[in-house]
């Protein structure tokens, strides 16, 4: 993941649960139903969050959750987390070095039956049949789930409402490994314009897709 966002954003990855982690204050209190692995899960994600905030010289803190399932960070910081098998990653940056990131992980496998007729629009089935024909041996239904998880991650901070797979565009360059997005949605203004577009960056590696993306300061 750090290959895919600017050097001044702090990565940290875990590629299994970590036994044994201390949640902070709230944190286990949000987890009180919580099944076993869930609680791993959410431990794990949350470690990785804290040495990201160690790699940006910040203290531990406890890393809630808002009414959108959203990340609460310590102020001052901004970040994104995401957790699939076997993969468990935060990335975080200091507020004013850029306005926002997204990154989402996932198994490298095909979406199950049905799931990309209800997260492509129209134009975007020839743009992934095109990608096909250049890299066959990429699953390019789940990297566009991967992407579009992305950009509302990414969008949400700044936006503060709902932004459905139905309200992106994205185009892919099948072997440069970047893609570009078209938000169909009347966005927050950035940078002295509407946010109607980004740009970000995926990876196909060890079985897993890595998608991340960085909306620049204003």
């Known amino acids: 993941m750090k290959s895919l966002l600017p050097p001044h954003v702090a990565v940290s990855e875990a590629f299994e649960d970590l036994p044994d982690v201390a949640l902070l204050t709230g944190e286990a209190e949000a987890l009180a139903r919580a099944v076993?692995?869930?609680?791993r899960e959410y431990a794990t994600v949350r470690h990785c969050a804290r040495r990201a905030l160690a790699e940006l010289g910040l203290p531990p803190a406890a890393i809630l959750s808002g009414a959108n399932r959203e990340p609460i960070w310590p102020e001052g910081v901004l970040g994104s987390l995401t957790h699939c098998d076997g993969y468990r990653a935060a990335a975080l940056a200091h507020?004013?070095?850029?306005?926002?990131?997204?990154?989402?992980?996932?198994?490298?496998?095909?979406?199950?039956?049905?799931?990309?007729?209800?997260?492509?629009?129209?134009?975007?089935?020839?743009?992934?049949?095109?990608?096909?024909?250049?890299?066959?041996?990429?699953?390019?239904?789940r990297l566009l789930f991967s992407a579009k998880e992305s950009v509302y991650k990414a969008w949400f901070p700044l936006a503060?409402?709902?932004?459905?797979?139905?309200?992106?565009?994205?185009?892919?360059?099948?072997?440069g490994g970047t893609f570009a997005v078209e938000i169909h949605e009347s966005g927050p203004v950035c940078g002295e314009r509407p946010l109607s577009e980004m740009n970000g960056r995926w990876l196909v590696r060890d079985g897993l897709i890595r998608t991340a993306i960085t909306v620049p300061a204003a």
């Open 36 to 39: 076993k692995k869930r609680r």
């Open 95 to 141: 507020v004013g070095t850029i306005a926002s990131l997204g990154i989402d992980a996932e198994p490298h496998e095909p979406l199950p039956p049905g799931v990309l007729d209800t997260i492509a629009r129209p134009e975007e089935y020839p743009l992934l049949d095109r990608c096909a024909s250049e890299q066959p041996g990429i699953h390019w239904d």
């Open 160 to 175: 503060r409402r709902w932004l459905g797979f139905e309200d992106a565009t994205v185009h892919f360059d099948s072997r």
